[in-house]
């Protein structure tokens, strides 16, 4: 198909996912994923709110890390409301910042609702345009502009929407499905109809209230590629979230690559490497505190089980008679050993012996105790922050990188 648009994935798990009532999510945590999202070839990551006080030092700190080279290819882009004051706010806290999103509500439920009559569609419109404009002049590479609650907001708005931000220098338009309220044909026809009247790209943002996050996602997706222009999907890892939770990361993946269909129909960004998945579903699991459910696609326990006498016979002669993908391509299939003899860790309460040993096994020398005692203080911090066992990809990032490691768990009131 000629003038076809391409499909990347803008993770939001450290903006939207850590809204998941009743979990925390620490600051290292947050960064590990940015690491590993970087990794997986993921075009961009919602990394927080750069006009928050606690989120500051970790923004600032990864925005260091991604000039250093260490976030090799990775947007990493801050979240703000899409009004003047927020972005001023953010690039005061955050100077280098270069990619921001900026969000106000569209739908007439949510304006009066919200606004309670303080603010009209013009009013709206404007606030978003101003916020656009000033977010480029303040040194934004791409600004997006998103428009909560969308599909419960009318078509000739959020035209007008689109192309007011259009005109203001923005980048991409987000339609937010809020309140996941939306299905895969009726967002198709939407999105196409906005597609092919501002030929502008196209974000999907959809929540999970109905069971539908990736569908409509990837339906939504299909609509703006086949329009001729790019499309962008909203992930979180393992599909948290508030409330039922977001489309999730590796289903989406999967989705746009093995659907008989939608391979062909929307192009995926080939830096996306699957094989990251079955990593970074486990340790986003462990630093939320949260099971990977047992039929969760590609990463459950039982992903690639089979019982069934007729499947278990099938899949021994040919694997591909009962799996539509192999372990190996979300990065499972390896052997995983666990120790079960003596086992020294090092954490909040650990000493200077134990700990050298801990990292010798990483393949991690010190010049002597001194050298050791520095990076065991910032350890012994790091432990105290995530309240968990650090992971060996923790240990080593804190052994490399203690300066940076010394910013994000600095919080300033």
């Given at each position: 198909?000629?003038?076809?648009?391409?499909?990347?994935?803008?993770?939001?798990?450290?903006?939207?996912?850590?809204?998941?009532?009743?979990?925390?999510?620490?600051?290292?945590?947050?960064?590990?994923?940015?690491?590993?999202?970087?990794?997986?070839?993921?075009?961009?990551?919602?990394?927080?709110?750069?006009?928050?006080?606690?989120?500051?030092?970790?923004?600032?700190?990864?925005?260091?890390?991604?000039?250093?080279?260490?976030?090799?290819?990775?947007?990493?882009?801050?979240?703000?409301?899409?009004?003047?004051?927020?972005?001023?706010?953010?690039?005061?806290?955050?100077?280098?910042?270069?990619?921001?999103?900026?969000?106000?509500?569209?739908?007439?439920?949510?304006?009066?609702?919200?606004?309670?009559?303080?603010?009209?569609?013009?009013?709206?419109?404007?606030?978003?345009?101003?916020?656009?404009?000033?977010?480029?002049?303040?040194?934004?590479?791409?600004?997006?502009?998103?428009?909560?609650?969308?599909?419960?907001?009318?078509?000739?708005?959020?035209?007008?929407?689109?192309?007011?931000?259009?005109?203001?220098?923005?980048?991409?338009?987000?339609?937010?499905?809020?309140?996941?309220?939306?299905?895969?044909?009726?967002?198709?026809?939407?999105?196409?109809?906005?597609?092919?009247?501002?030929?502008?790209?196209?974000?999907?943002?959809?929540?999970?209230?109905?069971?539908?996050?990736?569908?409509?996602?990837?339906?939504?997706?299909?609509?703006?590629?086949?329009?001729?222009?790019?499309?962008?999907?909203?992930?979180?890892?393992?599909?948290?979230?508030?409330?039922?939770?977001?489309?999730?990361?590796?289903?989406?993946?999967?989705?746009?690559?093995?659907?008989h269909g939608l391979?062909?129909?929307?192009?995926?960004?080939?830096?996306?490497?699957?094989k990251m998945a079955?990593?970074?579903?486990?340790?986003?699991?462990?630093?939320?505190?949260?099971?990977?459910?047992?039929?969760?696609?590609?990463?459950?326990?039982?992903?690639?089980?089979?019982?069934?006498?007729?499947h278990a016979d099938?899949?021994?002669?040919?694997?591909?008679?009962?799996?539509?993908?192999?372990?190996?391509?979300?990065?499972?299939?390896?052997?995983?050993?666990?120790?079960?003899?003596?086992?020294?860790?090092?954490?909040?309460?650990?000493?200077?012996?134990?700990?050298?040993?801990?990292?010798?096994?990483?393949?991690?020398?010190?010049?002597?105790?001194?050298?050791?005692?520095?990076?065991?203080?910032?350890?012994?911090?790091?432990?105290?922050?995530?309240?968990?066992?650090?992971?060996?990809?923790?240990?080593?990032?804190?052994?490399?990188?203690?300066?940076?490691?010394?910013?994000?768990?600095?919080?300033?009131?």
């Amino acid at each position: 198909m000629a003038n076809m648009g391409k499909v990347y994935i803008i993770d939001v798990t450290n903006r939207d996912g850590v809204q998941t009532s009743r979990i925390l999510l620490p600051k290292l945590s947050k960064t590990m994923l940015n690491l590993y999202l970087d990794e997986m070839g993921v075009y961009q990551s919602e990394i927080g709110f750069p006009t928050l006080k606690h989120e500051v030092n970790y923004i600032n700190a990864n925005l260091e890390l991604a000039e250093m080279g260490v976030l090799k290819r990775i947007h990493l882009e801050g979240w703000a409301r899409a009004i003047p004051e927020d972005v001023e706010l953010a690039f005061k806290n955050c100077p280098k910042l270069k990619h921001l999103n900026l969000s106000i509500s569209t739908s007439e439920i949510m304006i009066q609702g919200k606004f309670q009559g303080r603010k009209t569609w013009d009013d709206i419109v404007k606030s978003m345009y101003n916020a656009v404009k000033l977010a480029k002049e303040l040194g934004a590479e791409t600004v997006g502009f998103n428009a909560e609650d969308a599909s419960r907001t009318e078509l000739s708005r959020l035209i007008e929407f689109i192309l007011a931000g259009k005109e203001a220098g923005g980048d991409r338009f987000r339609y937010c499905d809020t309140l996941g309220c939306e299905d895969p044909i009726t967002i198709y026809e939407r999105i196409h109809t906005l597609a092919l009247a501002t030929k502008f790209p196209i974000e999907m943002h959809c929540h999970n209230d109905l069971g539908m996050a990736e569908a409509v996602s990837v339906a939504g997706a299909q609509a703006t590629v086949e329009a001729g222009v790019d499309s962008y999907i909203n992930t979180t890892i393992n599909g948290y979230g508030e409330r039922a939770g977001n489309a999730d990361l590796v289903s989406t993946i999967l989705a746009l690559k093995f659907s008989h269909g939608l391979k062909e129909k929307c192009p995926l960004d080939e830096h996306i490497n699957l094989k990251m998945a079955w990593k970074i579903a486990r340790y986003a699991s462990y630093a939320f505190n949260i099971p990977i459910p047992i039929n969760q696609p590609g990463v459950g326990a039982n992903a690639f089980a089979h019982e069934s006498g007729i499947h278990a016979d099938g899949v021994l002669k040919d694997r591909s008679n009962y799996e539509l993908y192999s372990p190996e391509d979300v990065g499972r299939g390896e052997p995983e050993l666990l120790e079960t003899g003596r086992i020294i860790t090092t954490g909040e309460y650990g000493g200077i012996k134990g700990f050298r040993y801990v990292y010798s096994k990483l393949g991690i020398e010190f010049h002597d105790d001194a050298e050791a005692r520095k990076i065991l203080e910032l350890v012994q911090y790091a432990n105290l922050h995530t309240q968990k066992p650090l992971t060996d990809d923790e240990l080593r990032f804190i052994a490399q990188y203690p300066d940076i490691v010394r910013q994000i768990l600095t919080v300033t009131p």
